[in-house]
């Protein structure tokens, strides 16, 4: 017959419950590094199937911009400027005009001009008050 002493089986308990709260850390350890591991895997991989849809869709936009072939009696009417092209003069007109007048444009005058009319409404607000 066999005599147990009390104080040996709660050390033995006391180890299981060391053992069990360690197997459950390493455990939710193990399964959250799993987790986040299946998770960045997705990642990557959705991220290597947008960018393949993206080089897709560039390619067929850049197939759909490429001029095709006319005829001949549409290429007579593509003679005419466009809308774009006449705007794009006019623009071109319009800053090579105020690069010009900006070029020859008298300063001192200017500055006379802008003197002037700060004196004016200088001399009206103090009529004013």
């Known amino acids: 017959m066999v005599i147990r002493q009390p104080h040996i089986a709660f050390a033995e308990s006391s180890n299981l419950r060391k ?14 590094s799993t987790i ?8 990557v991989a959705r991220n290597h199937k947008i960018s393949n849809i993206l080089r ?3 390619t067929l936009a850049e197939a759909a911009m490429r001029p095709t072939q006319q005829c001949c ?8 400027p466009q809308v774009v092209d006449t705007l794009k003069d006019r623009w071109n007109t319009e800053l090579q005009n ?3 007048s900006t070029e020859f444009l008298d300063f001192t005058r200017l500055r006379e001009q802008v003197e002037a009319t700060i004196g004016q409404l200088q001399y009206r607000r103090g009529r004013q008050d």
């Open 73 to 80: 009696r549409r290429e007579r009417f593509n003679n005419k």
């Open 19 to 32: 053992m069990a709260s360690l197997r459950g850390f390493i455990g939710g350890g193990v399964l959250c």
């Open 56 to 58: 897709e869709s560039s």
């Open 36 to 43: 986040m591991y299946l998770a960045t895997a997705e990642a």
């Open 98 to 100: 105020l690069y010009t």
